[in-house]
């Protein structure tokens, strides 16, 4: 594999969820700058629910995909093509079954969440309308891997550009002109992945992969995605359930303007998470039809350029972050107050960039071989190392210790991927014996 085939697959990935990172941020930045401080703080406690319903997403698509390309490196096409129409089938169930769930518990789960006064009205408002279009952000997501290994990175990442695009222009119709705050961002949002999932759809079945009639038994081929699944759906949701965590324990020790604060830093850097995971995904079918063919050197191969690629572009946002933090957070439309307060904060998150590259590559190549344990580990260390690191260092330090937790949960998981890497079970030994 040339590294000019490296680079088709991953560069277009990391694009693609580098805009997603954007589309995540956008309703925050149109609400912040519309209704300022109030509205991206109760908007960063409400995404966690979006991002819930984009990880599920996320996990049974890659599920299907990992399965898919490990069949097809076996030459196995009519198992793959199994797998595919699998987890289309689970995409749509699990798509119906869990926005009726989210939409009955909207206000409680906020409640759970630490949202109270006005946070929680705001919150609640969003999540409504969130939650009734659930099953087109689940269908929206999850069809992307599925796209990026039956037929190509660049339709994955078409996907996902329509969907930030048709979002960017409904948050400012709607928000801006029509003045439909938090409810209108919302629809921003719902409507851009419907989008998405329709684009999506087409281009599978253009691609003639479009296919429902499963054979061979469908449960047993949904035990097989959901198990590989756990793992994209944990490196998803971890960002959300740290998110979680470090808002109840900054409005614990900080109050509402620090919950602005790590909110606007929150929206900004998770462009770079989502950047750094989209190395890892876009690594992912070359990594599996590697191991399907028990190509080990090609799996190292490939896993060595993901790291060094990761540990540049941590690097370089890293840099951005430092030079022009303030400048970002105004961008947001906080308080000048909020955006200097979190200038100050910006490197305390910065430092834990290297670390969170080392964990996504290490976690895909982990599921890419279909090692579901090892990345399941690996995926939910962080907020397990998290809440550890606040529990004890908060009330030594208050807010900024709380923050500090983020870094050092990082760095600890880093160092698990190191070690699960290192073990003699690891994918690349078995690849390649």
Do not use: K
């Amino acid at each position: 594999m040339s590294y000019r085939t490296f680079l088709y697959y991953v560069v277009p990935s990391v694009l693609a969820l580098t805009l997603s990172g954007v589309y995540a941020i956008a309703d925050g930045f149109f609400v912040g700058n519309r209704i300022g401080d109030a509205g991206l703080s109760a908007i960063n406690f409400a995404y966690p629910v979006t991002a819930l319903l984009e990880a599920v997403g996320a996990g049974i698509g890659m599920g299907g995909a990992v399965h898919y390309s490990l069949a097809v490196g076996r030459g196995d096409t009519a198992r793959a093509r199994a797998y595919g129409a699998a987890a289309l089938r689970l995409l749509l169930l699990a798509g119906a079954a869990l926005s009726l769930a989210l939409y009955v518990t909207a206000e409680p789960l906020l409640r759970a969440m630490g949202a109270e006064g006005p946070l929680l009205a705001l919150g609640t408002e969003y999540n409504r309308v969130i939650t009734a279009g659930g099953a087109l952000q689940i269908l929206g997501v999850g069809l992307v891997p599925l796209l990026r290994n039956r037929a190509g990175s660049l339709s994955a990442a078409a996907v996902m550009v329509t969907g930030f695009g048709l979002n960017i222009f409904l948050d400012y119709w709607f928000v801006w002109e029509m003045d439909g705050g938090m409810t209108g961002a919302a629809f921003a949002t719902i409507l851009g992945q419907g989008a998405a999932a329709l684009l999506g759809a087409g281009l599978l079945f253009r691609a003639g992969a479009l296919e429902l009639a499963v054979t061979g038994g469908a449960q047993r081929l949904w035990r097989d995605i959901l198990a590989v699944g756990a793992g994209p759906f944990g490196l998803a949701m971890t960002p959300n359930i740290s998110l979680v965590l470090v808002n109840g324990f900054t409005a614990s020790y900080g109050g509402p303007f620090a919950v602005a604060v790590y909110a606007v830093i929150a929206y900004a850097i998770c462009i770079v998470y989502l950047a750094l995971q989209g190395v890892g995904e876009g690594s992912q079918p070359l990594m599996s039809l590697a191991c399907g063919r028990r190509d080990g050197v090609a799996v190292r191969r490939t896993e060595r350029r993901a790291v060094v690629f990761a540990l540049v572009l941590a690097s370089g946002s890293g840099a951005l972050f430092w030079q022009y933090g303030e400048t970002v957070s105004l961008f947001m439309g906080v308080s000048a107050e909020a955006a200097r307060a979190a200038e100050e904060a910006y490197p305390i998150f910065i430092a834990s960039l290297p670390f969170i590259a080392v964990n996504r590559v290490a976690a895909a190549s982990f599921y890419a071989a279909g090692e579901s344990r090892a990345a399941q580990c690996l995926s939910y260390a962080e907020p397990v190392f998290l809440a550890l690191f606040a529990l004890v260092l908060a009330p030594l330090g208050g807010t900024v210790m709380v923050w500090w937790s983020v870094t050092f949960a990082r760095i600890a998981a880093a160092i698990l991927a190191l070690w699960l890497r290192a073990r003699p079970r690891a994918p690349f030994a078995q690849s390649a014996a």
